[in-house]
């Protein structure tokens, strides 16, 4: 009667009667009550003590640990993992080493052009062809080919997609001002057709992107 997986168990009868372990109707002690479940229900004893057994997890202390063993294990020999900073020994720049290094390659002709004040001719071009030439005095430039130039004069040839949107870009020139205008005319420097248009114009000064230059060469 006071096993409560009998099919006859009545709860109510079992709560008035309560053993005391002496006539054997009861369990006396938890412990043998244990014993005797796990006897009779080894299946749910099993999925008890697993859902008991919980992760073991690792403090942040101890991963933190565990994190910097790992890195010193990746260090070179003779080496610390944190080692302190090493303060760079002022150095005094030295103009005639910085010039030198543009005395030779192709370095050597934006050098000569900007030291002589020769005008130089640039190709730029668009994605997938030579679209305007600037022509002017070089005033800057670095390893990029980034240059600067002033007093330029550029001629540009717009591709057939450009001239069918004339009207559109006409429209768009408007919101520039007068002196960055294209106007019809200029000579380029390759044989064209009858029916392509070269537009020119005069800007005081032109910063010109080293990914887009084609060709500098000096103008005599």
Request: hydrophobic share 35%.
């Amino acid at each position: 009667m006071a096993d409560p997986f009998c099919i006859d168990f009545d709860a109510s009868s079992a709560l008035q009667h309560s053993p005391d372990g002496v006539d054997g109707e009861g369990e006396g002690s938890l412990e043998d009550f244990e014993k005797s479940f796990a006897a009779e229900q080894p299946d749910i004893v099993e999925l008890i003590c697993e859902l008991d057994q919980s992760p073991v997890t690792k403090s942040k202390k101890q991963e933190k640990r565990d994190r910097v063993a790992k890195l010193e294990e990746m260090t070179l020999s003779g080496r610390k993992l944190f080692e302190k900073r090493v303060q760079q020994q002022n150095r005094s720049l030295d103009l005639d080493a910085l010039h030198s290094q543009w005395s030779i390659g192709p370095m050597s002709l934006l050098l000569r052009a900007l030291r002589e004040s020769l005008r130089v001719e640039v190709h730029i071009r668009a994605l997938n062809r030579v679209d305007r030439i600037a022509r002017g005095f070089l005033v800057a430039f670095d390893r990029h080919f980034n240059v600067l130039l002033r007093d330029v004069d550029e001629v540009a040839l717009p591709g057939r997609k450009e001239e069918r949107a004339f009207g559109r870009r006409k429209q768009q020139e408007q919101y520039l001002p007068v002196g960055m205008r294209w106007q019809p005319g200029g000579t380029w420097p390759r044989p064209l057709g009858t029916c392509r248009t070269v537009l020119r114009r005069y800007i005081a000064c032109s910063m010109i992107k080293g990914d887009t230059v084609v060709l500098i060469r000096l103008l005599s």
